[in-house]
């Protein structure tokens, strides 16, 4: 789910670009972002800046759980780059795959400095999705795709306004068809139109909850105001709620290697500004009729290199160690940023 926000402009160290003189041109081509084309566009060149501090004006790398690592604000002169809105990274912590929310696949490749800190972006491609028939749909209530997991032989990916979750062979990813739509448990009247999926995760096999896929809406909601969520398989199978904080959103999740689950929040309105948190959630809790909720192990507003957080990503290392990858959705606005942070688990 995409959402502009004026309060996005006044983000520290980012220059705001002629607000004022060119507020007709801004006007236009923030109405435009909505219909942006469908072609597929293949690779794209990407410009990346540096982010070596989270913390606006500070040198600490601490925060809550996890020490920052570094991360990159991604440009380019191709109108292809945006609508970032779920990422999946590779083993290696070097290539990734994700979706945008015009119905696009993104994958490509992070360069490491000799600090293994991200340095640029390279082989960055952009793909069109294609449907059950193989055509590439252009209407965007159709190809809104907000989340993706990844296993071994399949993507997963999950839509909102048109609810589902469509699987692709993974090796055919970019060119195939979707293989089918997933039955989500859910009652799909309980689905908000732009509220809908935000969450597609794996869980770890040897957890509670058995390899299963879940998913976790981004606002739909019960009559108690908790957020609707499902386990579609497994010995766990059904649907749970998630404790709603407002204003917080859910905008996407991935397990940790113990199974617990990483939840990504995102606050995003012009009334209480713009902020992001991280909540865990004991993989033991989540079951069929349960409530669930965890603690927050990672918070920041806007006086850190945030924007509009939306795609998160666990991977652990050959060692053990556990990284944690960022992704934001800039809506195709020149108010806003793509970017991509990197943390590590600190426990």
């Not at 920052?68 to 990422?87: A, K, N, Q």
């Amino acid at each position: 789910m995409g959402e502009w926000c004026a309060a996005c402009a006044w983000q520290a160290e980012v220059p705001v670009r002629h607000l004022a003189a060119g507020a007709p041109l801004l006007v236009a081509l923030l109405l435009s972002s909505s219909a942006i084309g469908q072609d597929t566009s293949g690779e794209i060149p990407i410009n990346a800046r540096v982010i070596e501090h989270f913390e606006v004006g500070s040198d600490e790398t601490r925060f809550g759980s996890f020490k920052f690592v570094g991360g990159l604000e991604l440009t380019s002169s191709s109108r292809h780059l945006g609508g970032m809105s779920s990422i999946r990274m590779d083993s290696d912590r070097q290539h990734f795959i994700g979706v945008m929310d015009t119905g696009k696949w993104f994958s490509g490749r992070i360069e490491r400095d000799d600090g293994g800190r991200m340095a640029a972006i390279g082989d960055f491609r952009v793909t069109v999705m294609r449907d059950a028939t193989g055509s590439e749909e252009d209407r965007k209530w159709l190809v809104d795709a907000e989340s993706l997991a990844v296993s071994e032989t399949d993507l997963f990916v999950g839509f909102e306004r048109e609810h589902r979750v469509d699987r692709y062979e993974r090796q055919a990813f970019s060119y195939g068809a979707a293989v089918e739509s997933l039955p989500l448990r859910i009652p799909i009247e309980e689905f908000r139109n732009n509220r809908g999926l935000e969450t597609v995760a794996l869980a770890p096999p040897e957890g509670p909850l058995g390899g299963a896929l879940i998913i976790i809406s981004e606002r739909s909601l019960n009559t108690a105001g908790n957020i609707y969520g499902a386990v579609l398989d497994g010995p766990r199978a059904g649907v749970f709620f998630v404790r709603r904080d407002p204003p917080f959103d859910v905008t996407d999740g991935a397990f940790l290697p113990d199974g617990d689950l990483l939840l990504l929040e995102r606050r995003f309105n012009i009334a209480d500004g713009i902020g992001m948190r991280i909540r865990r959630i004991e993989a033991d809790a989540i079951r069929p009729d349960a409530t669930v909720d965890g603690e927050i192990v990672l918070e920041a507003d806007f006086g850190f290199q945030i924007d509009n957080m939306e795609g998160l990503d666990v991977v652990e290392g050959p060692d053990g160690d556990v990284s944690l990858i960022l992704v934001s959705d800039d809506n195709h606005s020149i108010l806003q940023r793509s970017l991509l942070l990197e943390f590590r688990l600190a426990e």
